[in-house]
């Protein structure tokens, strides 16, 4: 299984970035797949995951600003973000995992993570 992120940036405060996560290996459409983010000094957060039937989930933080979708033909998911805030700045990573129930926005049930990508938003 391979897991990799892309489309980070350096923007400023108010613009938009889309992420990229591309995998081999995983068949998107068959697990639960997550955009999560880690600050420098804080720990490892969920931003938005998405369940097998495109049913999706936020952290409070960025409900209205992203939007996370699949593209299943491509096996990749996006994280389109909108509205950049300074605190939006971390290193952004992509995880896909066989989660029971609910694709929760915790970060144990994952199993295969990218490297991630460095998301900088500056005032």
């Known amino acids: 299984v391979k897991v990799t992120e892309s489309g980070g940036g350096s923007v400023e405060a108010g613009a938009s970035l889309t992420l990229s996560c591309t995998t081999t290996?995983?068949?998107?459409?068959?697990?639960?797949m997550g955009w999560f983010r880690q600050a420098p000094g804080k720990e490892r957060e969920g931003v938005a995951t998405?369940?097998?039937?495109?049913?999706?989930w936020y952290a409070d933080s960025v409900k209205g600003r992203f939007t996370i979708s699949r593209d299943n033909p491509k096996e990749t998911i996006y994280l389109q973000m909108s509205g950049l805030k300074p605190e939006d700045t971390a290193e952004y990573y992509c995880?896909?995992?066989?989660?029971?129930?609910?694709?929760?926005?915790?970060?144990?049930?994952?199993?295969?993570w990218g490297q991630g990508t460095q998301v900088t938003v500056s005032s």
């Open positions: 998405i369940e097998q039937d495109d049913t999706t």
């Open positions: 995880a896909a995992g066989y989660v029971s129930g609910y694709c929760t926005l915790e970060t144990a049930p994952y199993t295969d």
């Open positions: 290996g995983v068949t998107v459409s068959d697990y639960c």
